[in-house]
């Protein structure tokens, strides 16, 4: 098994590092997954030698099970929990809440500018726009201007129809069942 693994290591040291070309993904809708599927990609990323970064808009710095994996796939892996714990009140944002939204976006667009990254996942942008933490317009300015060989996934609940138009693709997922319905509650590893 060993050489098995050695021999992809070489192959993927030989292989020419970055994306010929980024593509804008959405993974938006009422069901569970989207953050996991976001994370999946990123770790197919990371396995072809890509850096990969996630700056979370809604989570703040408490642990959580992506964090510690990305702490040991640091540095190819990093994700930036830029919002409060806790929860956002959706008819009432707080001004904190709406400065650490600010914030991220700004990241968002270093990071761009800087071109530290192969792959950028906005994670729970969707819901930032929808609770008006960030403009719309400020997101799809960033799209815009994104650099060619950026792969960019926004994601999180209620995507505007303007990302959705925007994006080479779209995945919308859909909740035909959740144990959270019968009472089962989050489970570390799991949900966390």
């Known amino acids: 098994m060993t050489s098995a693994f050695s021999a992809v290591n070489k192959k993927l040291k030989r292989k020419k590092m970055g994306l010929d070309?980024?593509?804008?993904?959405?993974?938006?809708?009422?069901?569970?997954?989207?953050?996991?599927?976001?994370?999946?990609?990123?770790?197919?990323?990371?396995?072809r030698g890509l850096r990969v970064v996630m700056i979370q808009f809604l989570k703040g710095d408490q642990e959580t099970g992506e964090l510690n994996m990305a702490q040991r796939l640091s540095p190819e892996l990093v994700i930036k929990p830029m919002g409060r714990d806790g929860?956002?009140?959706?008819?009432?944002?707080?001004?904190?809440?709406?400065?650490?939204?600010?914030?991220?976006?700004?990241?968002?667009?270093?990071?761009?500018?800087?071109?530290?990254?192969?792959?950028?996942?906005?994670d729970e942008v969707n819901v930032a726009v929808s609770l008006k933490l960030v403009k719309e317009d400020a997101v799809l300015k960033l799209i815009d201007e994104k650099p060619g060989n950026v792969e960019l996934i926004l994601t999180g609940r209620g995507?505007?129809?303007?990302?959705?138009?925007?994006?080479?693709?779209?995945?919308?997922?859909?909740?035909?069942k959740h144990y959270f319905d019968q009472g089962e509650g989050a489970r570390d590893g799991i949900e966390s």
């Open 87 to 122: 929860f956002v009140d959706p008819g009432n944002p707080s001004p904190e809440d709406i400065g650490l939204a600010q914030e991220a976006l700004k990241e968002a667009q270093r990071i761009l500018d800087e071109k530290v990254c192969d792959l950028l996942i906005l």
């Open 159 to 176: 995507a505007p129809a303007s990302f959705i138009e925007k994006a080479h693709l779209v995945t919308n997922m859909e909740s035909t």
């Open 21 to 47: 070309k980024g593509l804008v993904q959405v993974y938006t809708g009422e069901g569970k997954g989207k953050t996991t599927a976001a994370l999946g990609l990123a770790l197919r990323a990371v396995g």
